[in-house]
């Protein structure tokens, strides 16, 4: 006789990904556990996502105050509370967290806490009880990856997490060691803020993975506003001295090494998956030699009962990735045909202005084998920009030459990231350019950008000279 098990899912950790299956399993009519050693929400809720865009808001509203002179607005003498700014930020977590809390109550999900650790295929320990389960999501996240010789003590040399204790008074001179979506989101922060910052970036390019285009408009942007911008530098080593923390740097091509001297030091050098403590192998889980748990379309590992979503799972390290496979695991679970075939998932760096992508650059299009044409619509011809003053950027299109499929979509400039929406969903539809320039968008809008860039393409928009 089979024997009985405790629950019919068990998802270990509450991030974006796990709190998605449990809550999705449990609408399904499972038995659903989801175990967390530290807050429900995860790293996005917590210390990523939501924290940082808190931040972000914060900062942007301090460069607008100051831009207001230029239409005829004055707010006098800024001044920065950093208790009430730290304090407002917190609050926002501890609500969405709360929330979190709130809705496993309301589909019956339990909740454990403590350390979760496999102790054979079907028992995990949580804290100092077990329990088994029939099914096992693994959605353990990842955190901040390390470099040698820059330790990290979250006071003057932070990592992400301590990066979001903004300290007073501000840093007068603040270092950025990559220049990837996380460097650039709190180079943006506390430059806003009235650090003096620099991103030092070891890649001949920042923003990896971003159209080239994009990248260097973006670039521009970032320049104009004050951050300094340096590729193929690394940091070698930090020591805090007499006059702040003491960073010898090193160009990439020529080995020239300099010390400069910053007053915090940010270390944003991507993220590693998180599975300390998990003890997989009792379960005969594979673990790859990164750290990475593997799944295939359906979340399943190598051991067909359990499923890996999210960071731990593999790239793209995102939240709104970890969701969708939550689901799909929890789907799958229940018996329902559920699988993970995204034809495209968004990027985005939440600057301003900001700089978001989904589907293919021009250049992986071309190294595909795609005969491509591009159409370009800059913010500097939208109205809308103008009434908001941020007319930096474009939207710039890839598409199939002879198909005229939507390949991909690049924006940098006001709210990109909303605007992605209808590119992501083209792209899911198999939409061509033809498609968005048919459809109409209302006036004055940032989105009528998208349907100019479509209609650039085809070398008929109306508000710029098409060539």
Known sequence: MTKQMDFDLLVIGAGPGGYHAAIRAAQLGLKVACAEREA????CLNVGCIPTKALLHAGEMMAAAHEAADFGLSFGEQKLNVQKLNGWKDGIVKKLTGGVGALF???KVTHLVGQASFVDPHTVKVGDKTYTASNIIIATGSEPARLPGLEVDQQNIVDSTGALVVPDPIPARMLCVGGG????????????????VKVIEFLPSIIPGADADAVKEFSKAMKKQGIEIETQTKAN????????????????????????????????????????????????????DRGFIPADREQRTNVPHIYSIGDV???????????????????????????????AIPGVV?????????????????????????GNFPFSASGRAMTLQQTDGFVKMVVEKDTDLVLGVHIVGPHASDMLGEASLALEMAATAADIALTIHAHPTLGESVLEAAEAVHKQAIHIMNR
């Open 313 to 343: 799972a593999g790239n793209p390290m995102l939240a709104h990735k970890a969701m969708k496979e939550g689901l799909v695991a929890a789907e799958v679970v229940a018996g329902k045909p559920a699988a993970q075939d995204a034809v």
């Open 237 to 288: 080593k930090a020591e805090k001295k007499q006059g702040g923390i003491h960073v010898e740097l090193e160009s990439v091509g020529t080995g020239e090494k300099r010390t400069e001297v910053f007053d915090r030091v940010l270390v944003a050098v991507g993220r590693r998956p998180r599975t300390d403590g998990l003890n997989a192998q009792a379960a005969g889980v594979t673990v790859t």
């Open 105 to 107: 109550k309301a589909n």
């Open 350 to 374: 939440y600057t301003s202005p900001e700089l978001a992508w989904v589907g293919l650059t021009e250049q992986e299009a071309k190294d595909k084998g795609y005969q491509v044409k591009t």
């Open 181 to 196: 979506v996380i460097g650039f989101e709190f180079a943006h922060v506390y430059n806003n803020l009235g650090s003096k």
């Open 40 to 43: 429900l929400g995860g790293v």
